[in-house]
């Protein structure tokens, strides 16, 4: 299978790992819309085994555009090892550029697995949501947050003020 990029419109950006389109409801529509480009949204569905893994590596290139990630896994009953290895590397690589990751829908032994390599441990509790559509409000108002109160010196700076 191919990664299929689906744009709904030039501020809105949401990755599949298979050739179906994202269905959005209004709300995740309006949400990803009032986020003017600076979330991306990923979906996987099904069995997420050793072929896709390439595709998750070539597709966390996108997170230098974004500065959310919102990582729907719903839909994904089994996350192989080597897919595993890939999503890790992309939320750490999130992470480390001061990026929200946002996970969403993890049940089972996709769960199991991520907080076996650590993944879990990474991200807050809090961003860890069962539901597309809570965590597209959440990471609305975190990018909304971050860009009220960042100053740009030309590197990742909290303005003074926001923490007094």
């Known amino acids: 299978m191919f990664v299929q990029e689906i744009i709904a419109s030039i501020k809105q950006k949401a990755v599949t790992y298979d050739d179906q389109e994202i269905d959005l409801n209004r709300e995740e529509k309006q949400l ?12 996987l569905s099904g069995p997420i085994i050793f072929g896709v893994a390439k595709a998750i590596s070539r597709q966390h290139n996108l997170i230098n555009d974004y500065q959310a990630l919102v990582l729907d896994l719903s839909e994904v009953p089994i996350l192989g090892v080597t897919s595993s290895l890939a999503l890790e590397n992309a939320i750490k690589e999130a992470i480390e550029k001061g990026r929200q990751v946002f996970l969403v829908g993890l049940q089972g ?13 990474k991200i807050p509790s809090i961003n860890i949501i069962s539901d597309r559509t809570m ?18 010196f030309g590197c990742d700076t909290i303005n003074p003020q926001a923490i007094a």
């Open 32 to 43: 990803l819309e009032r986020a003017n480009g600076r979330i991306l949204l990923f979906c």
């Open 109 to 121: 032994q996709t769960e199991k697995r991520l907080r076996k390599l650590g993944v879990m441990a």
């Open 135 to 152: 965590a597209l409000r959440q990471a609305v108002n975190a990018v909304n947050y971050v860009n009220e109160h960042v100053v740009d």
